[in-house]
Nanobody, 125 residues
C-alpha cells in the first residue's frame, strides 16, 4: 500500500496550491479519504473528508470556503485545492484512508488504515 502526496511548497499569503495524493495497493474507490495536517509544534488536525463516491465532502471550519477536496477514482488520486492561503495553513499535509466513514476524521494517525509521508505547505511572505 502506498499513498504519495505531492504539490506542496512555499506560497505567499492569498496564494493557491493543489495537493495530490496518488494511491496504490488497495481498492481506492471503496475507501473514505482524508486530508490531515500538522503545524509546527502542534498536534494533528483533521482538515477534510470525501466519501468513496466523491459526492460528499466535509471540512474543518477554518478552511471552509477556501479548500476543496476531490477525488478521481479512475486515477486512484485524491486532491486538495487550497485557495486564499493563510500563514496559519502552514503545516505538513498528509492524505489518509480508512474504510470507516467518519465525516470528521480523527486527529490520531493510527485511526486511519493508511497514510502517506506528507507534503510540506509553507505560507509566508
Amino acid at each position: 500500500v502506498q499513498l504519495v502526496e505531492s504539490g506542496g511548497g512555499l506560497v505567499q499569503p492569498g496564494g493557491s496550491l493543489r495537493l495530490s495524493c496518488a494511491a496504490s495497493g488497495f481498492t481506492f474507490s471503496t475507501y473514505w479519504m482524508y486530508w490531515v495536517r500538522q503545524a509546527p509544534g502542534k498536534g494533528l488536525e483533521w482538515v477534510s473528508t470525501i466519501n468513496p463516491g466523491g459526492g460528499s465532502a466535509y471540512y474543518v471550519d477554518n478552511v471552509k470556503g477556501r479548500f476543496t477536496i476531490s477525488r478521481d477514482n479512475a486515477k486512484n488520486t485524491l486532491y486538495l485545492q487550497m485557495n486564499s492561503l493563510k500563514p496559519e495553513d502552514t503545516a505538513l499535509y498528509y492524505c489518509a484512508s480508512a474504510t470507516r466513514g467518519n465525516p470528521w476524521g480523527s486527529s490520531t494517525l493510527d485511526w486511519y488504515d493508511y497514510w502517506g509521508q506528507g507534503t510540506q505547505v509553507t505560507v509566508s511572505s
